[in-house]
């Protein structure tokens, strides 16, 4: 049994290196522009389920506006971890400090996993989007 394509976004609505999101059946996906093709993509972060819409596209990388996450829109890898936050040099409050230590400790313990990719098919002046 094949994909079956459903009709999600008109192409005029996105521009080179936009993203919108919309929601499948149930399924949560961005639809991408880059390199003048559509792409479709989970829309949670692998790392902390942010929503990628938000974030940035550069070519075919996105980057996860939560905590700088990259993905590769064409395979769904994930490129990069997040970036570490620079506190600065001034010490915090004892009581930040420490629950700065807490969250640091979890943070390490998170991966970043790749996320899901669809085909995607332009017709009719629309983007179409592959479901199993």
């Given at each position: ?63 996860c506006a939560m905590h700088c996450a990259q993905f590769d829109i064409t395979t ?6 997040p970036v570490p936050h620079d506190w600065g040099t001034e010490p915090p409050p ?37 479901l199993k």
């Amino acid at each position: 049994m094949g994909d079956r394509y459903v009709r999600v976004v008109e192409t005029a609505a996105l521009a080179e290196g936009g993203m919108t999101a919309v929601e499948i059946e149930g399924r949560e996906i961005v639809i991408c522009r880059a390199d003048g093709r559509h792409y479709a993509i989970d829309r949670r972060c692998g790392h902390m389920n942010a929503p990628l819409e938000r974030g940035t596209l550069s070519g075919t990388i996105l980057t996860c506006a939560m905590h700088c996450a990259q993905f590769d829109i064409t395979t769904g890898e994930a490129l990069a971890g997040p970036v570490p936050h620079d506190w600065g040099t001034e010490p915090p409050p004892p009581k930040v400090g420490q629950h700065l230590g807490v969250i640091g400790a979890l943070m390490e313990e998170i991966r970043t996993e790749s996320i899901g990719v669809y085909g995607t098919k332009v017709e009719d002046g629309a983007v179409w989007v592959a479901l199993k």
